[in-house]
């Protein structure tokens, strides 16, 4: 597993991200990792259409209002 050195980041920038994983219950480190595993999931982790569908209906979607209904009580939540 590799590592990674990021320089000239702002200081705001910093600052938002300490935010943002303040608010996920989550170390700097966990952050940028998880928003670097939404950017390119690593490759052992895909999934199929199949699976996505199935992870859908699992969760009780069965339309994309009722998705978007989902992510926006979960936005409005924090």
């Given at each position: 597993?590799?590592?990674?050195?990021?320089?000239?980041?702002?200081?705001?920038?910093?600052?938002?991200?300490?935010?943002?994983?303040?608010?996920?219950?989550?170390t700097l480190e966990a952050e940028l990792r998880a928003l670097i595993d939404f950017m390119v999931p690593p490759q052992e982790s895909s999934i199929t259409i199949e699976e996505l569908g199935a992870n859908a209906r699992r969760l009780g979607l069965s339309t994309p209002s009722e998705a978007v209904r989902m992510i926006r009580e979960d936005r409005d939540s924090r």
């Open positions: 597993m590799g590592e990674i050195s990021i320089k000239g980041i702002s200081d705001y920038q910093i600052e938002q991200l300490h935010e943002r994983a303040r608010r996920n219950h989550r």
